[in-house]
């Protein structure tokens, strides 16, 4: 049988029909936008302090003394979790006694909130960290809660998975209000003509190439996949593919492991650094603006690596240069507010380009048979990530620099890991688990296939697959 890209070379790269295709796709992955960062906001823990009743029976002097101060930041703030005792400051302010004169604040016995928290309205009205308490003795539960929210993408992501081929597709799309406008695209976009032919389901995808060549405007062979070389290859094609197929070999393991190793503390990156946006200096609402912003630039300069530059080198880069300056950031000093921000994000910047180009890289790594299980694979740890990563930020509350070089430290591990990784640059897609490239420190010990050139090598971003 001829080689999948070899058939489909009359289509040509960027047709109307891969336009159409390509910009349908990302339309519908707006929606996520939405719920995906909405736990930004829905979590965020405003200003708070203990509660001091109206019935309490204290003098103005008194009540607006009842909250000590303690040391954040580098400057006296009321405490979020403490306040005097209050018998003891009633006895004192029916006695006349005034604070910080007759009585040293202090020496005096302090208690926990034992009648609520007053929170600060100036940011957010309502989050759930207000409406259940979850702060002080709670305030893990806070980032348990941004958890469980990640656990529910995890599990979406788990049983759209388990669906029918086209089926997941409804399911993703109508999770939201939003996705709801883009449920016309079940039936607008094809299924992948590559994974049908995996499939054995060759009719389903000549039909599909044939309908992109009258899209494209090009004559198209009366032919596309010969029926009588199918045949031919239908046992190994129609073989279904298990996730020990992963690991069936020590090369093939060592890349599995690898990659899921990559995706997971990358989502730990972006996530972190995602969630921490409300700890910036200044309007968290802008924060968060300014933290979508620079993902655009990261994006295009994500495709301009991926059409120039091999791949390795150039995820293995983009992880540097997000991890040094994240680690650099507790080396600023604290009133240098807007360097610390800058800092944060380029390092937002560094590490939303190397997760973006690592789809693209995953899928170049593995054959047919299993492409689309070791992109679930790696995703999946990814989610895993996402869920370990408000903990990462919750660290902040013990020493705000704390994340930074936890996180700052990983993505510049894991851009010494890629260096291990097979150059896919120039190759075409595996077919076959006799064509994965073989690892070994940084080069490849064997290639099986033939060197495409460098513009093509962009092909699988848009072409069928």
């Not at 597709?169 to 039936?187: D, K, N, Q, Y």
């Not at 693209?360 to 593995?366: A, D, G, I, P, T």
Request: glycine letters at 6%.
């Amino acid at each position: 049988m001829r080689d999948y890209d070899a058939a489909t070379a009359f289509l040509g790269e960027w047709g109307r029909f891969q336009r159409l295709v390509f910009f349908l796709l990302s339309a519908s992955i707006i929606p996520n936008g939405f719920n995906g960062m909405s736990v930004v906001f829905l979590a965020g823990t405003p200003e708070h302090r203990c509660v001091v009743p109206r019935g309490a029976n204290l003098s103005d002097e008194w009540r607006n003394a009842s909250i000590p101060l303690e040391l954040r930041g580098g400057q006296e703030e009321p405490s979020r979790c403490r306040r005097y005792r209050l018998a003891a400051l009633a006895n004192f302010s029916a006695l006349g006694l005034r604070p910080g004169s007759d009585v040293e604040l202090e020496a005096l016995e302090q208690e926990p909130c034992l009648d609520g928290w007053e929170y600060s309205r100036d940011v957010y009205h309502s989050t759930i960290i207000t409406e259940w308490n979850l702060v002080c003795e709670d305030d893990w539960k806070a980032p348990l809660t941004t958890s469980l929210f990640f656990v529910g993408v995890l599990i979406g992501s788990f049983i759209s998975g388990q669906l029918s081929d086209r089926d997941w597709r409804m399911l993703l799309l109508a999770l939201t209000v939003p996705g709801l406008f883009c449920i016309p695209l079940w039936w607008i976009i094809p299924e992948s003509p590559r994974w049908l032919i995996s499939q054995g389901r060759h009719k389903e995808a000549e039909a599909i190439i044939q309908k992109a060549a009258k899209i494209n405007g090009i004559p198209a062979p009366a032919v596309v996949f010969d029926t009588a070389e199918m045949q031919d290859s239908k046992p190994q094609q129609q073989q279904k593919a298990i996730l020990l197929d992963l690991f069936r070999t020590r090369n093939i393991a060592t890349i599995t492991i690898m990659s899921l190793l990559l995706w997971f503390f990358t989502s730990v990156g972006y996530f972190g650094l995602s969630l921490s946006t409300p700890d910036w200096h200044g309007n968290a609402y802008v924060n968060c603006f300014l933290s979508a912003v620079i993902e655009v630039p990261a994006y295009v300069i994500a495709w301009l690596l991926l059409r120039s530059l091999p791949r390795r080198y150039s995820l293995s880069g983009t992880f540097f240069l997000g991890g040094s300056v994240v680690l650099f950031i507790q080396l600023v000093p604290a009133e240098l507010y807007v360097l610390s921000v800058g800092l944060v994000m380029l390092g937002k910047f560094g590490i939303t380009a190397a997760f973006s180009m690592l789809y693209v890289y995953n899928v170049e790594l593995y054959p047919t048979q299993v492409r689309n299980m070791a992109v679930g694979a790696t995703s999946t740890a990814s989610r895993l990530g996402s869920i370990i990563a408000p903990y990462f930020v919750y660290l902040g509350a013990y020493d705000r620099f704390l994340p930074y070089i936890l996180m700052g430290s990983l993505t510049v591990l894991i851009g010494i890991l890629t260096l291990f990784l097979p150059e896919s640059y120039g190759n075409p897609l595996p077919e076959s688990f006799e064509q994965m490239m073989k690892v070994k420190c940084f080069r490849n010990v064997e290639q099986t296939t033939s060197i495409r050139s460098s513009k093509a090598s962009p092909k699988i971003l848009i072409t069928p697959l």
